[in-house]
Nanobody, 115 residues
Framework: QVQLVESGGGLVQPGGSLRLSCAAS????????MNWYRQPPGKQREFVAK???????NYADSVKGRFTISRDVGKNTVYLQMNNLEPEDTAVYYC?????????WGQGTQVTVSS
């Protein structure tokens, strides 16, 4: 059973930065991909970023150039570095991992961008 635990959320001013972490209980190297999604207040969950097992990354257009996803296979952890944050980035951020056709989710971490 895979468990994902996010951390690093919080309150930040517009233009600020945060780094989210997602620690996986299983072997990160066996995941097809590890991903970040977010759910803004009153809206549906949306894709943010993906890192595949071969290291290739993908981003939502809204975060390109501001967010960077990375992973540390040895620590079974994936990160989301978020720079130049905007109020529109306010959301609960969820870590997701795909493994052998199954999808796993973390509990989410709140990110609030406000002055």
């Amino acid at each position: 059973q895979v468990q994902l635990v996010e951390s690093g959320g919080g309150l930040v001013q517009p233009g600020g930065s945060l780094r989210l972490s997602c620690a996986a209980s299983g072997s990160a190297s066996s995941f097809t991909s590890m991903n970040w999604y977010r759910q803004p207040p009153g809206k549906q969950r949306e894709f943010v970023a993906k890192v595949r097992s071969n290291g290739i990354t993908n981003y939502a257009d809204s975060v390109k150039g501001r967010f960077t996803i990375s992973r540390d296979v040895g620590k079974n952890t994936v990160y989301l570095q978020m720079n130049n944050l905007e109020p529109e980035d306010t959301a609960v951020y969820y870590c997701n991992a795909l493994q052998w056709g199954l999808s796993y989710w973390g509990q989410g971490t709140q990110v609030t961008v406000s002055s």
